[in-house]
T-cell receptor, first 110, second 113 residues
Framework: SQQGEEDPQALSIQEGENATMNCSYK?????LQWYRQNSGRGLVHLIL?????REKHSGRLRVTLDTSKKSSSLLITASRAADTASYFC??????????FGQGTELSVKP | DVKVTQSSRYLVKRTGEKVFLECVQD?????MFWYRQDPGLGLRLIYF???????EKGDIPEGYSVSREKKERFSLILESASTNQTSMYLC????????????FGSGTRLTVV
């Protein structure tokens, strides 16, 4: 399956701590994308990492990609209460469709 | 910024009704998608379109159809609404699937009674 599988399913941390979410997938990919969804709203695209990239940063976000292990991780540093949301990874295979996993629910307590 | 607008935030329809969910994007994107999201099942792809008048089935097309008469508008049609179609429906658009992320609308929460 092209679907990404996030781990853990739920994560609860204190404000200021770092949050790490992992994603595994099964097929070869062109890129892998991470999205955030606040409760009851649409998804927001966070970052896209191409298959020939190993690491990418955007503000407090750091994404790594290991194509040999078919895995990716999303690190949010110095988390804030506003980071509370569900986070999804979505691997993309050229010519294919973007298929989302069930996500990681992140709760950041003030 | 690209904007994807879904016509209704909340919708309540009766079983058997024909339901239209509208989605409009304002950045001339080629690609448009309809997903539904249910607790425990994540997002599932219903239909997608890579061009005007073109449509492709996703993973769960049964009970749905789509229309893309204009590039900016992608409509999802529930031919005869059933209670198991109660869900959050999300529309998305994208310029280039290999290089850019998707832009999602805010979603339509449909309840079929």
């Amino acid at each position: 399956s092209q679907q990404g599988e996030e781990d853990p399913q739920a994560l609860s941390i204190q404000e200021g701590e770092n949050a790490t979410m992992n994603c595994s997938y099964k097929t070869s990919i062109n890129n892998l994308q991470w999205y955030r969804q606040n409760s009851g709203r649409g998804l927001v695209h966070l970052i896209l990492i191409r298959s020939n990239e190993r690491e990418k940063h955007s503000g407090r976000l750091r994404v790594t990609l290991d194509t040999s292990k078919k895995s990716s991780s999303l690190l949010i540093t110095a988390s804030r209460a506003a980071d509370t949301a569900s986070y999804f990874c979505a691997p993309y295979n050229q010519g294919g469709k973007l298929i989302f996993g069930q996500g990681t629910e992140l709760s950041v307590k003030p | 910024d690209v904007k994807v607008t879904q016509s209704s935030r909340y919708l309540v329809k009766r079983t058997g009704e024909k339901v239209f969910l509208e989605c409009v994007q304002d950045m001339d994107h080629e690609n448009m998608f309809w997903y539904r999201q249910d607790p425990g099942l994540g997002l599932r792809l219903i239909y997608f379109s890579y061009d005007v008048k073109m449509k492709e089935k996703g993973d769960i097309p049964e009970g749905y159809s789509v229309s893309r008469e204009k590039k900016e508008r992608f409509s999802l049609i529930l031919e005869s609404a059933s209670t198991n179609q109660t869900s959050m429906y999300l529309c998305a658009s994208n310029r280039d699937r290999a290089s850019y992320g998707y832009t999602f609308g805010s979603g339509t929460r449909l309840t079929v009674v």
